[in-house]
Nanobody
Framework: QVQLVESGGGLMQNGGSLRLSCAAS????????MGWFRQAPGKEREFVGR????????AYADSVKGRFTISRDNAKNMVYLQMNSLKPEDTAVYYC???????????????WGQGTQVTVSS
């Protein structure tokens, strides 16, 4: 069993920054890739970014590339999502998830956090 807990969401103005954190427990965290996803009201859950278990490789959705950065600290069982230059269209519930593969497909992630709300005002 794996537990993932996100934190750091909140209300931010257009152009601001937030850092989301995801704390993992119950699994050998360093052996699994991690992903961030988001879901806005009335929309499907979408891929935001992923980080390889080694931390050496990341990938991002085009909509956040250059603005968002994923990092991880395997010693602390933590993964982070630094979000800069936030836009109103970034408003969503953000989820972290773990996967045995390095993928953007949410169906290949087996454990999910409860999500944290990010709201960006215009």
């Amino acid at each position: 069993q794996v537990q993932l807990v996100e934190s750091g969401g909140g209300l931010m103005q257009n152009g601001g920054s937030l850092r989301l954190s995801c704390a993992a427990s119950g699994r050998t965290f360093s052996r699994y890739s991690m992903g961030w996803f988001r879901q806005a009201p009335g929309k499907e859950r979408e891929f935001v970014g992923r980080i390889h278990w080694s931390g050496r490789t990341t990938a991002y959705a085009d909509s956040v590339k250059g603005r968002f950065t994923i990092s991880r600290d395997n010693a602390k069982n933590m993964v982070y999502l630094q979000m800069n230059s936030l836009k109103p269209e970034d408003t969503a519930v953000y989820y972290c998830a773990s996967s045995g593969g390095y993928t953007s497909n949410p169906g290949e992630y087996d454990y999910w956090g409860q999500g944290t709300q990010v709201t960006v005002s215009s």
